[in-house]
């Protein structure tokens, strides 16, 4: 068994936009991915199994070097004949990045989480920074329906909002909106360049199975 976590900002704007990433990006795609039956999540937020089932799948230790682990311990499961199911239940991640360092340095794990699960699902996931996408054409002089897809753009976000505070309850403030989605483009843009991550102030390289290698500083 699983749970579906929504973000919870602690102090600061670093961790509201966390939160924001959680409950704008994460979620809804998960949802859909669920409905679509596109997903197979196992989240780390929340696992719960039987003693006999971790000593089947072979414990802890077989996924303590894995960047995705809580996934690959869904997939153990599904491989020993076993069901993963989703709670209805949502628990609440609690987002408590204070400078600019820890927030990206944690979405962009995130992001390469999430890219090296599923390579080509992530780079389809482009279709989810629209804004983004009309603010560069803008840019490159696409005139005004560029910036009346940025409008559109922008009001399908405050309704998004709107739907997760019914719910899930959780609470966004609408002009952080535009600043959160460029935000959000960059990471993605980023996350398919390089190949280490941040984890608790350490540096590792991640293979191509997702093993973790600690990299030089």
Known sequence: MTCLYKGVPGRGLWATLAAKSTNLHFLPSVIVGLKARLAQPCFGSTIALKRQTLEQIGGLQAFVDRLWDDYAIGQAVRAAGLQVRVSSLTVGHVCMETTPREFFGYQLRN?????????IGYFGAVITHPFALAILA??????????????????????LCDCMRRRFGVRSNYWLLPLHDLIAFAIYFLSFFGGTIIWRGRRYRVQADGTLLQASQ
């Open 138 to 159: 803008v840019m490159f002089g696409a005139g005004e329906p560029a910036v009346a897809m940025a409008g559109f753009a922008l009001a399908s976000r405050v309704t």
């Open 111 to 119: 992001a390469r989480t999430i890219g090296g699960i599923d390579p």
